[in-house]
């Protein structure tokens, strides 16, 4: 794919005929766990307000899965971000983020929570950008542990918190 600068990419939210291309960009992102199809297509749907897909000529780029925790609602819970090999490095990803703790779905989030292992420089390096953009502290604890909750199959990931969220956020997207 040939690399372009971000001017003429559309952010939005994710439908059901999204499903396949998000899969392929979740698999072509590793370290990213891959999804079942029926897990991106719920994402897509049921949490579309807080998903965002990044496309530009019609390719999704870029891609933002997140929710409301019902246990936790005052959270933004950002699952997995994902940006094509080709995009990478032109801040695409601080801006879906942006974009996302913008949306009338996000606005009274105070806090934003994500689960990062912690070989992942590239995801550390995003969120700890995203916090000191946004004037907000990110702490980090172990949330699922290698032992205690995969069964030694994965690496423990640590969960971060970016606290405040700013309370004035411009909506910089077309809603569909
Ligand atoms: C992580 C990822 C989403 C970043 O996307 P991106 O569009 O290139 O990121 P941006 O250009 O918006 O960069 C945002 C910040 O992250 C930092 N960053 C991005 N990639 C980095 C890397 N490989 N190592 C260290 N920091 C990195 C940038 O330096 C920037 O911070 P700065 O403004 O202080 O310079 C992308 O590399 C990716 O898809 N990786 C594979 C999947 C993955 O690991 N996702 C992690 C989140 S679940």
Known sequence: MECAGTE????RMPSAEDGPAISRLI????PLDTNSAYCNLL????????CVVAERDGEALGWISAYRPPATPDRLFVWQVAVHSAARGEGLALKMLEALI???AAADATMLTTTITEDNQA??????????RNGATLTRAPRFEQDAHFAGAHATEW?????????FRTETETHS
């Open 8 to 11: 003429s990419l559309t952010l």
């Open 27 to 30: 698999a072509s992102s590793p």
């Open 43 to 50: 994402q897509c749907t049921d949490f579309r307000e807080t």
């Open 102 to 104: 913008a949306r009338p």
């Open 123 to 132: 995801s550390w390096g995003l969120f700890e950008a995203f916090a000191r």
């Open 159 to 167: 969960e971060a918190r970016i606290f405040p969220l700013p309370t």
